[in-house]
């Protein structure tokens, strides 16, 4: 029969939001709420003579990456930017996340990110403003 410590105990402390840190644009972020990314390339199998392929092709490979930030944190982005212009007009920079959980440091680093445009989401009864921007991004490098 398994212990409850047996049980919590085969990973120990799990990682979670309260374990991870975000650098962009040469400083740690504290105003945000989410961020995403992932990457691929296209796979799909060649075929020949039978119906079994005969190998496997590779097409492109995409990063894609999103950001929700606070209110706040866009003010401070925009304000160090030149009058009427918005976050896209930032030149591309690496995000680099960390994880940090069970005396283990994980790295990625999101490169060359882009905001590609700026918005505003906000309704009745928030109690903060969040808005999530999609990046363009170049790459991303896992565990660094």
Known sequence: MATASSLINKFGKMA???SVTLN?????????????????????????????????????????????ILKEEVNALQNSLPPTMGLD????????????YN?????????NCEFKGNGVDVKQ????????????VSHIWWNV
């Not at 007009?89 to 940090?100: Q, T």
Request: hydrophobic letters at 40%; glycine letters at 10%; zero cysteines.
């Open 16 to 18: 979670g939001w309260n």
């Open 24 to 68: 962009m644009l040469g400083r740690d972020v504290e105003a945000i709420t989410a961020i995403a990314y992932d990457d691929s390339v296209e796979k799909e199998n060649v075929y020949g003579a039978g119906k079994f392929p005969v190998g496997r092709g590779e097409g492109n490979y995409a990063a894609k990456a999103s950001i929700t």
């Open 89 to 100: 007009s930032i030149a591309p920079f690496p995000i680099v996340v960390e994880y940090e």
């Open 103 to 111: 005396g283990f440091k994980k790295k990625d680093i999101i490169h």
């Open 125 to 136: 009864n928030d109690k903060s403003i969040a808005t999530k921007f999609d990046l363009v």
